[in-house]
């Protein structure tokens, strides 16, 4: 059983174009992430979720919109979609213990 | 500046070499030092967790941290083919309870490739 999973794995896309990335996680933990990995593999953090409550919000274009419908899912919506969104998306989870994050696999984002 | 620098390499050793992966880091309000293996097309997983300076051992691995130099290294012991792939440090201010809430800094990876 995966732990946290997104869907799609892949997403070419157009530009100007809006698409959504969705992130279910299964290990009951209470706060999800979205970081955005770019092609030299640096990881950066853009939003936090604990139990549904937005609490890390960086400096992420307001075209990015992450969505908590409960604390087990985390979507990240993106509108009017630019080159440099190209990209791979990580969701990943963790509780408020000490536990570190628990990452997914990733969606490989390209914007043509 | 980075916050955290890494060398990117990438790394290429014979299989059974001790693998040496380190991180620079300028923020010293920095307390939870972390190593993350990443396998391409893949998620980063989880490899040490540590908090204070000195080292900590699992197996073929050791993380050593070293807070006043602002200093974090790995060692990969007779490294295999299998050990191939990105490591990644990352830190944070504080444990995924605290105020941070896991936000975490890291490095932009290592590319270690181990050849039989």
């Known amino acids: 059983d995966t732990a946290v999973s997104q869907t799609p794995k892949y997403l070419v896309t157009q530009m100007g174009n809006d698409k959504s990335i969705k992130c279910e996680q299964n290990?009951?933990?209470?706060?999800m992430y979205w970081y955005k990995q770019d092609s030299k593999k640096f990881l950066k953090i853009m939003f936090s979720?604990?139990?549904?409550?937005?609490?890390i919000n960086e400096t992420v274009p307001n075209r990015f919109s992450p969505k908590s419908p409960d604390k087990a899912h985390l979507n990240l919506h993106i509108n009017s979609l630019e080159l440099g969104d190209s990209a791979v998306y990580f969701c990943?989870?963790?509780?408020?213990?000490?536990?570190?994050?628990?990452f997914g696999n990733g969606t490989r984002l390209t914007v043509t | 500046q980075k916050e955290v620098e890494q060398d990117p390499g990438p790394l290429s050793v014979p299989e059974g070499a001790i693998v040496s992966l380190n991180c620079t880091y300028s923020?010293?309000?920095?307390?939870?030092f972390m190593w993350y293996r990443q396998y391409s097309r893949k998620g980063p997983e989880l490899l040490m967790y540590?908090?204070?300076?000195g080292n900590k051992e699992d197996g073929r691995f050791t993380a050593q941290v070293d807070k006043s130099s602002k200093y974090i290294s790995l060692f990969i012991r007779d490294s295999q083919p299998s050990d191939s792939a990105t490591y990644l440090c990352?830190?944070?201010?504080?444990?995924?309870?605290?105020?941070?809430?896991?936000?975490?800094?890291f490095g932009q990876g290592t590319i270690l490739t181990v050849h039989p």
């Open positions: 979720y604990n139990n549904k409550e937005l609490i």
């Open positions: 990352a830190m944070s201010v504080s444990n995924a309870g605290g105020t941070s809430y896991g936000k975490l800094t």
């Open positions: 290990l009951g933990h209470d706060t």
């Open positions: 990943a989870s963790t509780d408020r213990g000490n536990s570190p994050l628990h």
């Open positions: 923020n010293s309000a920095f307390q939870y």
């Open positions: 540590t908090y204070s300076s």
